[in-house]
């Protein structure tokens, strides 16, 4: 029993410390970064395919 009493308030202590909006602000922060990281990767891929394309002939 104390057991479970001690996780619920380290929840709340934890959910209380961080405002929504800091933790919804990171959520979009961490999206766009990784968003960025596919777009570049998949330009990266095309770009090589058609460089390997045109070197062939």
């Known amino acids: 029993m104390k057991n479970i009493i001690n996780r619920i308030l380290v ?3 934890v959910l209380f410390s961080f405002t ?5 602000g990171d959520i979009f922060k961490a999206g766009m970064g990784f ?11 095309i770009i090589y395919v ?3 394309m045109l070197g062939k002939k």
Do not use: D, P, R
Request: with cysteine; hydrophobic share 65%.
């Open 50 to 52: 058609i460089s390997k």
């Open 35 to 45: 968003g960025i990281f596919i777009v570049i990767t998949i330009i990266a891929v």
């Open 20 to 24: 929504s909006c800091e933790a919804i």
């Open 11 to 13: 929840l709340c202590l």
